[in-house]
């Protein structure tokens, strides 16, 4: 099932704050969904995009990284290593089921989400090391 628009969806960050995607409907949003907190390709991941974050400003592109760890979790993660953007906690695997990111871990696939909430780009095969670099480009 191909996505056309984004689904909305309400998670935790990682203060344990309730936070909606269609608050940020104005503007290009990035969800990137990931396995796990601090494994080895999902921090090569993380720390790519925030060795390019100021690319992201620049476009406008507010940052999402999604997965099944707690919030706490994320806190550490953020802390260990720097990473200026929100991580969401979607513990029961919800959002990822809504876009097609579930199963055992969460896949490694990512949205560029249009102000209004068209998907503008879907990236079902990512590169940890490339990712970031990938979504400036377009």
């Known amino acids: 099932m191909t996505l056309t628009t984004a689904p909305n969806f309400t998670l935790l960050d990682q203060d344990s704050k309730a ?64 990473l200026p953007f929100t991580l969401f906690s979607d513990e029961k695997k919800e959002v990822a089921k809504l876009y097609n990111a579930d199963g055992i871990f969460l896949k490694r696939i990512s949205y560029l989400i249009a102000p209004g909430g068209k998907i503008a780009n879907f990236y079902p095969n990512v590169d940890p090391a490339s990712h970031a670099d990938e979504i400036l480009a377009d």
């Open 19 to 82: 936070q909606q995607l269609s608050d940020y409907a104005s503007q290009y949003v990035l969800i990137y969904f990931y396995p796990k907190d601090d494994t080895p390709g999902c921090t090569k991941e993380a720390c790519t995009i925030r060795d390019n974050y100021s690319g992201f400003q620049e476009r406008n592109i507010q940052v999402f990284g999604i997965s099944a760890d707690n919030p706490e979790s994320h806190k550490k993660f953020i802390e260990k290593y720097h």
